[in-house]
């Protein structure tokens, strides 16, 4: 997209669900707002007139790099991750490391603990009761935003927005390999950073599981993200019954998203 400080924004606006195409100009998802500059503010206040903005970062996230204030837009506070379970890992990997993390990457890369976090992000972002409940206010809070656009994001707008990205989209009848294709879009925006690491890690003796863990970390693994997709088939069944069972959008639910965001 044409934002000058906003990272890793696409509009979903565009893509394929089912037989028809979703509406451009109204469902954007991108990293943090915190470096947005006038002309970025300016665009989504004038050409997106952006009503709602969901944060999915923690707390600490959200403090350490506030978000720019957007006119007219609702700023609407949803961390996804358990606080719980970020409790338990932060025993091993202090909670100011991922406030910068790409300073430490290479040397957690190495670090057991680090790595299972990489592989179990996924599975416990769609798991997790406490996460359900964030992305189900998610999903409810768009069925009733207001006239404009809406925009959702993290910290670099691939992991926690990627997750919701994919259940907006499967609400919306999109086909898994359009949900994994747009998931699979981040590592587009940060292979030059990734790869640069990757080439740090090998040349201190990583194997795959570190690179495997840099990629997840400062990219996205879309295998781990098939991986949960999977998960989610053999636990509910397929992605449309996770988000009536676990997110309470129902079949109504459902035809009125498709009716606001599709093309007629």
């Known amino acids: 997209m ?5 990272v890793n924004a696409r509009d979903l606006g565009g ?18 707002l915190h470096e947005a ?3 970025d503010v300016r665009l989504l206040t004038e050409k997106y007139r ?12 959200a403090s350490f790099q ?9 700023h609407i506070f949803l961390p996804t991750l358990d606080p719980e379970m970020e409790k338990k890992s932060g025993d091993a990997v202090p ?15 190495f670090n057991s603990i680090f790595q299972e976090k990489g592989r179990t992000l996924y599975p416990s972002l ?9 992305y189900a206010a998610f999903l409810n809070l768009i069925l009733e935003a207001p006239d404009g656009a809406v925009l959702w994001h993290c910290s670099q707008g691939k992991d926690r927005t990627g997750i919701g990205a994919a259940f907006l989209l499967g609400s919306l009848g999109a086909s898994r390999e359009t949900i994994v294709r747009d998931f699979d879009q981040s590592n587009v925006t940060y292979r030059p950073l990734v790869d640069k690491l990757i080439q740090r890690v090998k040349e201190a003796g990583g194997g795959e599981a570190e690179t495997e863990t840099v990629r997840a970390f400062m990219g996205v693994s879309t295998r781990n993200f098939c991986n949960t997709l999977d998960l989610i088939d053999r636990e509910w069944g397929s992605l449309d019954a996770y988000i009536t069972s676990q997110l309470g959008i129902d079949s109504r639910d459902k035809a009125f998203l498709r009716q606001k965001y599709l093309e007629r």
């Open 15 to 32: 893509l394929k669900a089912g037989d028809k195409t979703i509406r451009k100009g109204l469902l954007i998802r991108s990293g943090s």
């Open 66 to 74: 506030p978000d720019r204030q957007i006119p007219g837009a609702e």
């Open 50 to 61: 952006l009503c709602r903005i969901f944060d999915f970062r923690t707390e600490a996230e």
């Open 37 to 39: 500059s006038d002309a």
């Open 2 to 6: 044409e934002f000058e400080k906003i």
């Open 126 to 134: 769609v798991q997790s009761d406490f996460s359900q409940l964030q």
């Open 95 to 109: 909670a100011q490391v991922f406030l910068n993390l790409q300073e430490y990457i290479v040397r957690l890369s």
